[in-house]
């Protein structure tokens, strides 16, 4: 009797697994499949689980770098990923770095006012970015931000700083200070002890943080729909959205495009998935 409740419960625990597994990764799966079929074969009914027919026509207006919105506009498709990896490239080492130099702050100093300081750095996670958006554009106007790819750098900082803080400081809390004390007893100062041990000790979770950060600013929307109108600074997420219009939807161009902005983030995932486990997980128990 209590072998069967054993099974029955893991069971169970594998099915609930598995099928969040599947619920995570069906979209995605639906998404770069049907980038491979014929707009008709996107909405037969039933539906074409694996494209026995597979076609790259969906391909073909990216390949050729244009996407033409139905009547007039005629817009790049390829700036708009060189846009995106322009903002994720500059603002992911600046929130890595400044939330590590923050992070090791927080964790390893006391001073007045500190904790204050911290509680309000996590806060500022906590506040609905949108709540933020009119003064910064009104701002954004005053010194003309608004349509560059500086100003979304700018904001993306200003957002992921307190994540990269927050995540660095619990990263921190992990390592221990005799370690400092350690290095400095050898004749390091405090930010040779940072930069020459515990940052390497530090690698995972710096990595992690890299990652999140860059993931962030690959697929934020919000603020770039708002403050870029100009197609010549738009990103990749703005050019997917500009598929969609009141008149026709282009699902061949949203599949393709998507199935293509995939690829940079997973590649990065793929190249530092060895420190994601580590990096989330180190410092978890202490003692």
Sequence with gaps: ????KQFIVKTCKYLLVITAIIAMLFPIYWIISSSFKSEVDMFVTPPIWIPLKPTLEN???ISEFVFGVWTVSIESFVPGMINSLI???VATPIIAVTGALAGYSFSRYRFRGGKLTYIW???MRMFPPITCVLPIYLLYSQVQLVNTLTGLILVYVAFNIPFATWFMKSFFDGIPKEIDE???VDGCTDFGALFRIIIPLGAPG???VTIFCFLACWN??????????NPGTMTLPLKLAGAVSSWQ???PFITAGSTIAMIPPFLFVMLAQRYIVQGLTFGAVKG
């Design 249 to 251: 939807t282009s699902w």
């Design 182 to 184: 350690s290095a400095k």
């Design 59 to 61: 391909y073909q207006p």
């Design 121 to 123: 750095f996590v806060l």
């Design 220 to 229: 934020e929307f919000m603020f770039a729909a708002i403050f870029i109108s």
């Design 1 to 4: 009797m209590q072998f069967n």
């Design 87 to 89: 903002v994720s490239s």
């Design 206 to 208: 710096f990595i992690v």
